[in-house]
């Protein structure tokens, strides 16, 4: 069972950073895909980034040139490096990896969510 542990959320003042990090149970490269989403209140949960087996990076709208997915492969680490804050950036943030098997299944492993509040 893959397991995949979120750290680095904490409380931010609007215009400053916060790293996230998602470190997984075995090697990233075995996941077509990871990805964070968030939630936040009143809405479903939204794709923030993601980034392919291959390393190419996609970005939501409103965070694309303010956010940056990244990894380190060795480490087993996706991070989330979040500038620029706004206090519609607080939410629950989750990291997701998603797999497919030889039946063509996928199949999505999440993170426990980890808060991120960006507030004056």
């Known amino acids: 069972q893959v397991q995949l542990v979120e750290s680095g959320g904490g409380v931010v003042q609007p215009g400053g950073s916060l790293r996230l990090s998602c470190t997984a149970s075995e090697s990233i490269l075995s996941f077509d895909e990871m990805a964070w989403y968030r939630r936040t209140p009143g809405k479903e949960r939204e794709l923030v980034a993601d980034i392919s087996r291959g390393g190419s990076p996609g970005y939501w709208a409103p965070v694309k040139g303010r956010f940056i997915i990244s990894r380190d492969v060795a480490k087993n680490t996706m991070y989330l490096q979040m500038n620029s804050l706004k206090p519609e950036d607080t939410g629950v943030y989750y990291c997701?990896?998603?797999?497919?098997?030889?039946?063509?299944?996928?199949?999505?492993?999440w993170g426990q969510g980890i808060q991120v509040t960006v507030s004056s």
């Open positions: 997701k990896a998603q797999t497919t098997d030889s039946w063509e299944t996928e199949y999505d492993y």
